[in-house]
C-alpha cells in the first residue's frame, strides 16, 4: 500500500483509505473519492498538484493532501 | 415566491453546464450582486413561458451540501428556506456517477426538485446511452436528458419544471435510507433527532450530516435538543468516526445502483490532448499560460474595438456641444460640467464597457470551454502561497495591459474573498498608461539609467504585493479558510459563442449603471476641485495644494507634483500633462487629464528646469504605485460590489504610494 503523492505517472490502484479532518474528507469524497473506488495517477510533477483520473473524470488534488490517501496498486 | 411568480433554484456541481441553463433560460434578464449579508456572489434572473413569470437563482457552483464554504452555506440556507419553489439539480451526463452525488447529498430535503442530466451531447458523443425514464422511476421526480446549450429544446424542461411544480415531486429516498441504516449507531442517532427541526430537512438528512462532522448543522441541533436527549445525541454521534466516508460509500453506492440498469458501461478513457500535453508540461506549461492570455488579451479588442470607437464620438461630440452653448452664452459652469465632465465621462465609460465586455467575453469563453481549469491547475503552486486561486495569475498579467481589464477578468475567480483579493493585488502591477509615461520620464532625467528605474519599479511591485498579500490576506482569505485545491479539469468542450454573447452583454448593460454610478461623481468632483474662472491660481485645487504643501514637500512633492500626483488618480496618461501645465501656466489641470489641452512647446524642458532629480524619481514611483485610474475603481467596484472593500484598496494604494514617494524621494536624497 502506497500514499497516492508517492505514485509515478500511468499507475493504478484501488483507494484502500483515506485520513484527514472532518472537511477533507467531506470535500475529498464529494468529488468522488471515496475507499474502494479505482484512480489513475496522470500527472505527478514537482511543484504541482497532483492529477488524477477517476469516475471518468480528471482531477487536480493538492499533493501535500494526496498523501492522507492510501492506494492498493495492482503490482504490490 | 416572489409576487406570484414562481421561483426555481438551480443546484450543481461545477461544469455540471449550472450557468448555461442559467443564461440560456433567463437571457439578458439577469441581475448579479451578494447574498445579503454575505461575501457571495448572488446571481438572479427571470423568464416567462406559456404567460408564467419565473424568478431564476442560479445557486453557487459547489460539490456538496456540506458546511465546507460560505458558498455551501448559502446554498443550504436558501434551500431551506422555503423561497424557492422548485430546485432544479443538475448533473453532468458524461460524468453521471460523480457529479451525481450533489443529488445524493440532497436527498432528505423536502423542497420539490427534478432533475437535469445536462451535456447529453456529450455523453452521447463518448457512446453512453442513458435511459432517463428508468431513473425517473427509481427516485420519483422528474428526469431530463438534456443539452442546456441548445436553448432551442428547452420543452422537455419545462414540462418537467411545471410537473415538479403542481405535483410537488420530492425524491424517493428509500433506497439511501436502507443504506445509511446499515451504518452501525445510524438509526439510534437518527432517532435523537426529531423531524424538520432544521425547517424542511428530514431526521435521515439531518443525521447523516452530524455523522459527517457538520458543526454548522451539528450546533443547531444541539440548540434544540435538552436534556437527556441531548446527552443521547452526543453519545451516539461521537461513535462515527471518519463519517464522511461512510456517508460516501453509501452515496455511491446507491448511485451506482441508480445507474446499473440506465445507462451502459462504457470504460472511459483518458485521452490526453495536444494542447493538455502542453499545458500541464513541467517545464513550458507556464509559458504557455502566459501566451494563451495574452492571446486572449489581444483577441478580446476585437470585439472591444468596435464599442471603444463609440466612445470617442460622445469626445468629438463635446467640440460642437461646446461651440453651441458658448453660442448661446451658457455659464462656462455648464459648459464645463456638460462637456468637460458629462461628456468626457461617458466617453471613458463606453471605452471601458468596450473593453470589459471584449475580456469578460474571451475570458468566459476560456472559462467555458475548460481551458480556465487548466491554468488553474499549472498556477496552483504559485498563487496558492498568497492565498489565491490559479486562475487569479491571469488578472495579474491582464493588469500588464490595463487594470480595468485586470478587475473585470477576475470575474471567473467563483470565490468573492479571493476575488477581492485578487484585484486588491493586480492593483500594484503597473499598467499600460504608467509604462508609456514612466520609461519616457525616467529618460528625460535619467538617461541611460532609466533601465535601473525600470528594475527597480518591476522590484517594488513584486515587494508591493507581497506586503499587500500579508496585510490583505489576513482579513480576506483567512488561515483556516486556506486549503489544497481539489478540482475537476472537465474535457474541453466547443463554446458558445451565441449565448455567451448575448449573457456577457446583459451584463455589460447592468454594469453601464454601476460604472455611472462611480465616474460621474468622482469626475465631477475633480472637475469642482480643478475648476477656475481665471488662472489655476483660482481653483481649490490650488489653495489646498499650496497650502498643504509643507506636508506633502515631505513626500518629495512640491504643490504641482502634489497635484499631478492626485490628478494621476483620475488617469495615468495625464500626469505628465498636468504638469506641463502648471508650469507653463497654460490649460487647465482638467483638461490636462483627458488631454484636451493644447500641446505645449519644450515641454520636456520646462520639467527639467523645474524638477529635482529625487523628486522626479519619488513621482513616477507615486503615480505608478496609486490608485490605477478612476475607471479602474469603477471597474473594481463592479466586480466586487462592495462600495467598503472599493473604498479600501483605493484608500490604502493612495496612502501605499504616498509612503512609497517618501521611502524613495529620501532613497533620490542621499544618492543623488
Not at chain 2, 446549450?149 to 405535483?167: P, R
Request: net charge positive.
Amino acid at each position: 500500500m502506497k500514499s497516492l503523492n508517492e505514485l509515478k505517472p500511468n499507475s493504478e490502484g484501488i483507494v484502500a483509505s483515506i485520513d484527514g479532518d472532518a472537511r477533507y474528507l467531506s470535500r475529498i469524497t464529494s468529488i468522488g473519492i471515496t475507499p474502494g473506488c479505482h484512480i489513475r495517477v496522470l500527472k505527478n510533477d514537482k511543484n504541482r498538484p497532483m492529477l488524477v483520473f477517476m469516475r471518468d473524470t480528471m482531477v487536480a488534488l493538492n499533493k501535500e493532501e494526496s498523501k492522507n490517501i492510501k492506494i492498493e496498486t495492482r503490482d504490490n | 415566491m416572489t409576487d406570484g411568480k414562481k421561483t426555481i433554484a438551480l443546484l450543481g456541481q461545477p461544469n455540471s453546464g449550472k450557468s448555461t441553463l442559467f443564461n440560456g433560460l433567463t437571457g439578458m434578464k439577469q441581475h448579479v450582486g451578494n447574498w445579503p449579508g454575505k461575501t457571495v456572489e448572488q446571481k438572479q434572473g427571470s423568464f416567462s413561458h406559456d404567460g408564467e413569470e419565473y424568478v431564476v437563482m442560479d445557486l453557487p457552483g459547489t460539490y456538496s451540501l456540506s458546511a465546507n464554504s460560505d458558498e455551501e452555506i448559502v446554498t443550504r440556507d436558501y434551500i431551506s428556506s422555503g423561497k424557492a419553489d422548485v430546485v432544479c439539480i443538475l448533473a453532468d451526463s458524461s460524468q453521471l456517477e460523480r457529479s451525481l452525488f450533489m443529488l445524493s447529498d440532497y436527498a432528505g430535503i423536502k423542497v420539490p426538485c427534478f432533475l437535469i442530466l445536462n451535456l447529453a451531447d456529450v455523453a452521447a458523443d463518448q457512446g453512453k446511452t442513458i435511459d432517463a425514464e428508468k431513473i425517473r422511476r427509481k427516485l420519483g421526480i422528474p428526469v431530463v436528458l438534456m443539452s442546456a446549450t441548445d436553448v432551442k429544446k428547452y420543452d422537455n424542461f419545462f414540462a418537467a419544471l411545471n410537473e415538479a411544480i403542481s405535483k410537488k415531486t420530492t425524491l424517493d429516498v428509500s433506497a439511501l435510507e436502507e443504506r445509511y441504516s446499515k451504518l452501525d449507531g445510524f438509526e439510534e442517532l437518527k432517532a435523537e433527532i426529531p423531524e424538520d427541526l432544521i425547517p424542511g430537512c428530514s431526521s435521515t438528512w439531518m443525521a447523516v450530516k452530524t455523522i459527517e462532522g457538520d458543526k454548522v448543522v451539528r450546533a443547531k441541533i444541539e440548540n434544540k435538543l435538552t436534556g437527556d436527549s441531548l446527552v443521547r445525541f452526543n453519545s451516539h454521534a461521537a461513535r462515527f468516526d471518519k463519517g464522511a466516508l461512510l456517508t460516501g460509500e453509501c452515496k455511491f453506492s446507491w448511485i451506482d445502483d441508480l445507474l446499473s440498469d440506465s445507462v451502459n458501461k462504457v470504460t472511459a478513457t483518458v485521452k490526453t490532448s495536444k494542447l493538455d500535453k502542453a499545458l500541464t508540461n513541467k517545464t513550458w506549461g507556464k509559458v504557455v499560460v502566459v501566451l494563451i492570455v495574452i492571446g486572449g488579451l489581444l483577441l478580446s479588442f476585437i470585439p472591444a474595438v468596435p464599442i471603444m470607437l463609440l466612445g470617442s464620438v460622445f469626445t468629438a461630440l463635446a467640440v460642437p456641444v461646446r461651440n453651441a452653448l458658448n453660442a448661446a452664452n451658457a455659464s462656462p459652469i455648464i459648459t464645463g460640467i456638460v462637456c468637460d465632465v458629462i461628456l468626457q465621462s461617458l466617453a471613458n465609460i463606453v471605452k471601458m464597457l468596450g473593453f470589459a465586455f471584449g475580456i469578460n467575453l474571451v475570458f468566459g469563453m476560456f472559462e467555458e470551454s475548460g481551458l480556465m481549469a487548466r491554468i488553474s491547475y499549472v498556477f496552483d503552486n504559485t498563487m496558492s502561497k498568497m492565498g489565491l486561486q490559479g486562475k487569479s495569475v491571469m488578472p495579474f498579467l491582464v493588469s500588464f495591459g490595463c487594470t480595468i481589464g485586470g478587475a473585470s477578468s477576475s470575474r471567473v475567480i467563483d470565490n468573492w474573498n479571493q476575488k477581492v483579493l485578487t484585484i486588491a493585488l493586480a492593483w500594484a502591477v503597473p499598467c499600460g498608461a504608467a509604462w508609456a509615461i514612466i520609461p519616457m520620464l525616467a529618460a528625460n532625467f535619467f538617461g541611460p539609467y532609466a533601465v535601473l528605474v525600470i528594475i527597480a519599479i518591476l522590484l517594488v511591485m513584486l515587494l508591493h504585493i507581497w506586503i499587500t498579500a500579508k496585510i490583505f490576506g489576513r482579513k480576506l482569505v483567512k488561515k483556516e479558510d486556506r486549503y489544497g485545491i481539489i478540482m475537476e479539469l472537465p474535457p474541453y468542450h466547443k463554446p458558445k459563442w451565441g449565448a455567451m454573447f448575448r449573457f456577457v452583454l446583459g451584463r455589460t448593460k447592468d454594469m453601464f449603471f454601476r460604472v455611472v454610478k462611480v465616474i460621474i461623481p468622482v469626475c465631477l468632483l475633480f472637475w469642482i476641485l480643478s475648476y477656475s474662472a481665471g488662472s489655476i491660481e483660482g481653483s481649490a485645487l490650488y489653495k489646498i495644494g499650496t497650502a498643504i504643501e509643507p506636508v506633502t514637500k515631505v513626500f518629495g512633492m512640491n504643490w504641482q507634483l502634489f497635484m499631478a500626483f492626485i490628478a494621476s488618480s483620475i488617469g495615468k496618461e495625464g500626469a505628465v500633462g498636468v504638469l506641463t501645465a502648471l508650469y507653463s501656466q497654460s490649460g487647465t489641470i482638467y483638461g490636462a487629464v483627458n488631454g484636451t489641452n493644447e500641446a505645449v512647446a519644450n515641454s520636456t524642458q520646462l520639467l527639467l528646469s523645474n524638477i529635482s532629480g529625487p523628486q522626479a524619481l519619488a513621482f513616477m514611483f507615486a503615480i505608478t504605485f496609486n490608485v490605477p485610474c478612476v475607471v479602474a475603481l469603477a471597474a473594481t467596484y463592479q466586480e466586487t460590489h462592495s462600495a467598503k472593500w472599493t473604498a479600501i484598496i483605493t484608500g490604502y494604494y493612495t496612502l501605499g504610494a504616498l509612503i512609497i514617494s517618501f521611502l524613495v524621494y529620501h532613497i533620490g536624497l542621499l544618492i543623488m
